[in-house]
């Protein structure tokens, strides 16, 4: 482990500080440089990946390889798949982290705070006591592991 806490600054991608690409899910699907890779899982039609401004430690994202933007234009084997990952998903975080529950969903359409508009879901690993003395007088979260750390840990164990 690292001798620091690592601070994810997301207020800088939402204030537009984003890699210019057209989306970054897809850049994340062809490896492009200008995005950080922290997939823990791929194959021809899905990728599982950490999400690089957590609100946990091991919120992931899942998402098809082909770029859609409406959950109706999935095919019913995708969405079944997508399914068949979330659970996946589920049992890899249980084993490693123990949460005491997890939220899991979509955000679709911009008032629904989605920033990418390729389909994607979040599962995110949730605990007891969350809150800390830092997050309420900072009044930011610091995770206190790297996502790669995090990465490592969790894509040793994403085998279907």
């Known amino acids: 482990m690292r001798n620091y806490l690592f601070n994810t600054e997301k207020i800088n991608y939402v204030k537009g500080d984003k890699p210019k690409v057209e989306c970054i899910l897809c850049a994340i699907r062809d490896k492009l440089p200008e995005v950080t890779q922290l997939e823990v899982y791929r194959n021809d039609d899905f990728i599982v990946s950490l ?13 098809p390889t082909r770029h859609i933007e409406e959950l109706a234009d999935m095919t019913d084997n995708e969405v079944l798949f997508m399914n ?5 998903a589920i049992t890899v975080l ?9 939220n899991i ?10 920033s990418l508009y390729h389909i994607h879901q979040h599962i995110v690993p949730r605990y007891r ?3 800390g003395f830092i997050d309420i007088i900072g009044g930011a979260r610091v995770f206190v592991i790297d996502p790669l750390v995090v990465q490592e840990k969790l894509k040793k164990n994403f085998i279907l």
Do not use: C
């Open 51 to 63: 999400n690089l401004y957590p609100y946990n430690p091991g919120h992931l994202m899942v998402f």
């Open 84 to 88: 068949q990952l979330t659970l996946k």
């Open 94 to 102: 249980r084993d490693e982290y123990n949460p005491s529950g997890f």
């Open 105 to 114: 969903g979509y955000n679709l359409g911009s008032d629904s705070g989605a």
């Open 129 to 131: 006591n969350e809150i």
